[in-house]
T-cell receptor, first 111, second 110 residues
Framework: SQQGEEDPQALSIQEGENATMNCSYK?????LQWYRQNSGRGLVHLIL?????REKHSGRLRVTLDTSKKSSSLLITASRAADTASYFC???????????FGGGTRLMVKP | SQTIHQWPATLVQPVGSPLSLECTVE??????LYWYRQAAGRGLQLLFY??????ISSEVPQNLSASRPQDRQFILSSKKLLLSDSGFYLC?????????FGSGTRLTVV
């Protein structure tokens, strides 16, 4: 079973708008990670947030973590057409040090 | 620098035929290695992982097997493919906290 579940499953926005994706998980974690997957390609690591952190930034990415609600959000600001991809959250608490991935959010940014 | 290679990129195989997908990692030693499968438009399902040569753990009972004959080589195999084996197969390794993925193999069983 999947530890993380992303919401929404699909998101379509215009270039320049912000995109917010949410992830919920079930068990305690050490850290939560976000990955990006371009169509037909492997996943690329974007950002990691530890369980004792509440917010983290990397360029146009902002990740928040609420361990009391077992949820995280990924915000992409000022989106670009090149941000079109699927985004996955992954957690490490369900199966030891191994990562368990959610079902992903498919983001489409229209130029 | 560390790199991960996965091949082939695409594969079309008839039902009942054998399968061998290969993944190699360069620039590191004793990596943890993983095989994932991704159905169309879905998340990743962990199939196998390995923490060392000859050490394979299976997460899901299935028609597939994995082997690690060398430290940086991870092979996914099947003796007889089923239609349900179709999917996108991804190899990954971890230097620590996060995973680095190969470019994937698109397998279509016909």
């Amino acid at each position: 079973s999947q530890q993380g579940e992303e919401d929404p499953q699909a998101l379509s926005i215009q270039e320049g708008e912000n995109a917010t994706m949410n992830c919920s998980y079930k068990t305690s974690i050490n850290n939560l990670q976000w990955y990006r997957q371009n169509s037909g390609r492997g996943l690329v690591h974007l950002i990691l947030i530890r369980s004792n952190e509440r917010e983290k930034h990397s360029g146009r990415l902002r990740v928040t973590l609420d361990t009391s609600k077992k949820s995280s959000s990924l915000l992409i600001t000022a989106s670009r057409a090149a941000d079109t991809a699927s985004y996955f959250c992954a957690t490490d608490g369900y199966a030891g040090n191994m990562l368990t991935f959610g079902g992903g959010t498919r983001l489409m940014v229209k130029p | 620098s560390q790199t991960i290679h996965q091949w082939p990129a695409t594969l079309v195989q008839p039902v009942g035929s054998p399968l061998s997908l290969e993944c190699t990692v360069e620039g590191t030693s004793n990596p943890n290695l993983y095989w994932y499968r991704q159905a169309a438009g879905r998340g990743l399902q962990l199939l196998f992982y390995s923490v060392g040569i000859g050490q394979i753990s299976s997460e899901v009972p299935q028609n597939l097997s994995a082997s690690r004959p060398q430290d940086r080589q991870f092979i996914l195999s099947s003796k007889k493919l089923l239609l349900s084996d179709s999917g996108f197969y991804l190899c990954a390794w971890t230097p620590g906290l996060f995973y680095t993925f190969g470019s994937g193999t698109r397998l279509t069983v016909v």
